[in-house]
């Protein structure tokens, strides 16, 4: 049965991996440039604290982004995220490499995107998801599509989702 039909218990209880783009999920998928050409992103810190919640509950998240910035380094090193991959226009061979280094198969993982390039990745894994502002070719390849935008708490709303639908959302309430 396709998780769009599934109960979310259902189609949480496989999901041990979330892969995520970056620009349009994480981010509202603008980039800025300062007059010193310097590049600036926004984050959303709901998001940070459900990608910590996720990873503290034993689960794996990795990034994976066309665009290389070390912005985005950053963030991860602030998180704890320790799996991310820049630079990727083609993301299904790595998107392949990263399921298989954490010792996951397609089955388990959920890959959130919003773009062309996020498509072969969404449809080869468990649940593909979309943020509510994601191309509308993103959206049409997506199991969820969810009420939240990029950049204004889309990560939040995907791992709450899938914590609670797996009864570990509560231990983070302490």
């Given at each position: 049965?396709?998780?769009?039909?599934?109960?979310?218990?259902?189609?949480?209880?496989?999901?041990?991996?979330?892969?995520?783009?970056?620009?349009?999920?994480?981010?509202?998928?603008?980039?800025?440039?300062?007059?010193?050409c310097v590049e600036t992103k926004r984050f959303h810190v709901r998001d940070g604290v459900a990608i910590k919640a996720w990873m503290k509950s034993g689960f794996h998240f990795g990034i994976l982004t066309a665009r290389t910035s070390q912005i985005v380094s950053h963030r991860a090193a602030e998180l704890g995220i320790?799996?991310?991959?820049?630079?990727?226009?083609?993301?299904?061979?790595?998107?392949?490499?990263?399921?298989?280094?954490?010792?996951?198969?397609?089955?388990?993982?959920?890959?959130?995107?919003?773009?062309?390039?996020?498509?072969?990745?969404?449809?080869?894994?468990?649940?593909?998801?979309?943020?509510?502002?994601?191309?509308?070719?993103?959206?049409?390849?997506?199991?969820?599509?969810?009420?939240?935008?990029?950049?204004?708490?889309?990560?939040?709303?995907?791992?709450?989702?899938?914590?609670?639908?797996?009864?570990?959302?509560?231990?983070?309430?302490?």
């Amino acid at each position: 049965m396709p998780a769009l039909l599934m109960p979310d218990a259902e189609v949480a209880e496989s999901i041990t991996c979330i892969l995520s783009d970056v620009d349009g999920v994480m981010t509202d998928g603008r980039i800025v440039y300062d007059n010193a050409c310097v590049e600036t992103k926004r984050f959303h810190v709901r998001d940070g604290v459900a990608i910590k919640a996720w990873m503290k509950s034993g689960f794996h998240f990795g990034i994976l982004t066309a665009r290389t910035s070390q912005i985005v380094s950053h963030r991860a090193a602030e998180l704890g995220i320790k799996d991310v991959q820049q630079g990727y226009d083609d993301k299904l061979p790595a998107a392949q490499t990263m399921i298989s280094a954490f010792g996951c198969r397609p089955e388990q993982v959920c890959y959130i995107g919003d773009d062309l390039p996020d498509i072969p990745v969404m449809r080869r894994v468990a649940l593909g998801v979309a943020p509510a502002d994601a191309a509308s070719d993103a959206q049409d390849a997506a199991a969820w599509v969810l009420r939240a935008k990029g950049g204004e708490g889309a990560l939040r709303e995907l791992i709450e989702r899938l914590l609670r639908s797996k009864h570990r959302w509560e231990e983070h309430l302490r």
